[in-house]
């Protein structure tokens, strides 16, 4: 429906205007989540593997489609008769404050160099905001418990996943390949083409998270009359996705390539191997994932499978423990600003 563009209210299109905003945070936020494994083996130089990123994430939903957005943008029940007798301008303030919260959370930990949950961040603020405007009775149950299973088990299955694959390739490497220099080749420039896995699943899943978003906007306004994602918002997500990768979060990079534990061709190869099926398997599924999560834990688990004193757990526990806040912190701070709008405004 290109044509709904042109439906928009001036409060409705600022509205749109801060949840691409979002976008392209989360973009930059989580450039280190695509590339930190091929930068940190030295196949590709970073300028290279942020690039490869901009175009994939771009093209990420328009090749996976865009099945996540149709989880999120359902987290919110519509069908509720307490929402549908919400003004329409409380129920935009609401929608508002949830990705400002969101938003907030990502400027700080990006500004600190802390690997956090953009999706977490995002899930947080909705359901922070929906809680105190209307009641947990306004949430969806079926599309939060997806939500939910997508957030947690991802990162323990891609831990899993990337730690066996590491096995599997140290096998490889000296029983069938008998430790040939070509091998570390093979995994090195292999990196180019998990960089481009990792870059369409990464739009695929995480540029949805704000299509979902609009089209929960849209349909809350009467815009549409069902819950869709016009052409216009796949095109402006994906493109402000892409937008914030080129800019890059370099301090993140720093941190994910370099601190986390160091890797090596063959365990880059095992941890955007593990990344990028997980990130793919949800997105065609519609289970949102957080990308810095199962980059991360990818990554431990290759890292792992040489030793686990390679890991820097230490810094591993700062992760988690961001992981384990930013969800409840995003939604005390949404909640918090749909209290200070009703104060001043409603």
């Known amino acids: 429906m290109i044509e709904s563009v042109f439906l928009l209210t001036v409060p409705v299109a600022i509205l749109v205007i801060i949840i691409l905003i979002f976008d392209f945070i989360n973009g930059f936020h989580d450039t280190a989540n695509q590339v930190s494994p091929a930068i940190g083996a030295k196949a590709l130089k970073p300028r290279d593997a942020v690039l490869l990123a901009v175009i994939f994430n771009f093209a990420g939903p328009f090749v996976l489609g865009t099945e996540v957005a149709n989880t999120i943008g359902k987290i919110v029940d519509t069908d509720t008769e307490a929402w549908q007798l919400l003004p329409a301008d409380f129920a935009l303030t609401v929608i508002g404050c949830a990705i400002l919260a969101a938003i907030a959370w990502n400027l700080i930990t990006w500004w600190k160099g802390i690997p956090s949950s953009s999706s977490h961040a995002l899930v947080g603020g909705v359901v922070g905001a929906a809680a105190v405007a209307i009641g947990f009775g306004a949430i969806n149950q079926e599309a939060i418990t997806k939500t939910i299973n997508g957030l947690l088990f991802s990162p323990l299955i891609a831990f899993i996943f990337a730690f066996l694959l590491t096995i599997l390739i140290f096998w490889i490497t000296f029983k069938i390949l008998k430790n040939s220099p070509k091998s570390g080749k093979i995994y090195k420039y292999s990196q180019i083409f998990f960089v481009i896995w990792t870059g369409l699943a990464h739009g695929g899943n995480d540029a949805t998270k704000s299509m ?135």
């Open 212 to 346: 979902g978003i609009i089209g929960l906007v849209l349909l809350i306004t009467g815009i549409t009359t069902s819950f869709i994602i016009p052409l216009w918002a796949i095109v402006s997500c994906s493109l402000a996705m892409a937008l914030g990768t080129a800019i890059g979060g370099f301090k993140i990079i720093r941190t994910m390539a370099k601190k986390m534990t160091k890797l090596s061709p063959d365990l880059g190869f095992a941890a955007q191997a593990g990344n990028s099926l997980v990130l793919t398997a949800g997105t065609l599924t519609g289970f949102p994932m957080s990308t810095t999560h199962v980059i991360t834990t990818s990554i431990m688990g290759a890292g792992s499978a040489k030793g686990f004193k390679r890991v820097q757990w230490g810094l591993g526990k700062s992760i988690v423990l961001a992981w384990i806040l930013t969800i409840p912190i995003t939604a005390v701070i949404a909640g918090f600003l749909v209290v200070l709008a009703k104060i001043l405004f409603f």
